[in-house]
């Protein structure tokens, strides 16, 4: 069973940057895919960002692409979100997920992935 817990999370005005990260435990890191997705109130949760197990591979939802960059640590078991010219619509909970379906079923919704609890991101005007 894989835990996933996410940090990093805030309060920050439009412009500004967070780093999230996800620290993951209980299974091999490198045989997951690893995703961020985001949840506002009265929202479906939505797609960020996926990494491939070996680090090559990148996919971007457009809303976040340019200002967001998604990266992993396999050494440290730990998958990063680095978010930068933060706006008020990026207000939300994000979520990381490893998926064994690899980048594909991240973007499918990581129907068969393993989620963290969630960490709240709010970005002032």
């Known amino acids: 069973q894989v835990q996933l817990v996410e940090s990093g999370g805030g309060l920050v005005q439009a412009g500004g940057s967070l780093r999230l990260s996800c620290a993951a435990s209980?299974?091999?890191?490198?045989?997951?895919?690893m995703g961020w997705f985001r949840q506002s109130p009265g929202k479906e949760r939505e797609f960020v960002a996926a990494i491939s197990w070996n680090g090559r591979r990148f996919y971007y939802a457009d809303s976040v692409k340019v200002r967001f960059a998604i990266s992993r640590d396999n050494a440290k078991n730990t998958a990063y979100l680095q978010m930068d010219s933060l706006k008020p619509e990026d207000t939300a909970v994000y979520y990381c997920?490893?998926?064994?379906?690899?980048?594909?079923?991240?973007?499918?919704?990581?129907?068969?992935?393993?989620w963290g609890q969630g960490t709240q991101v709010t970005v002032s005007s």
């Open positions: 997920a490893a998926d064994p379906d690899g980048v594909s079923g991240l973007k499918n919704g990581a129907q068969n992935g393993y």
């Open positions: 209980g299974g091999t890191f490198s045989n997951f895919a």
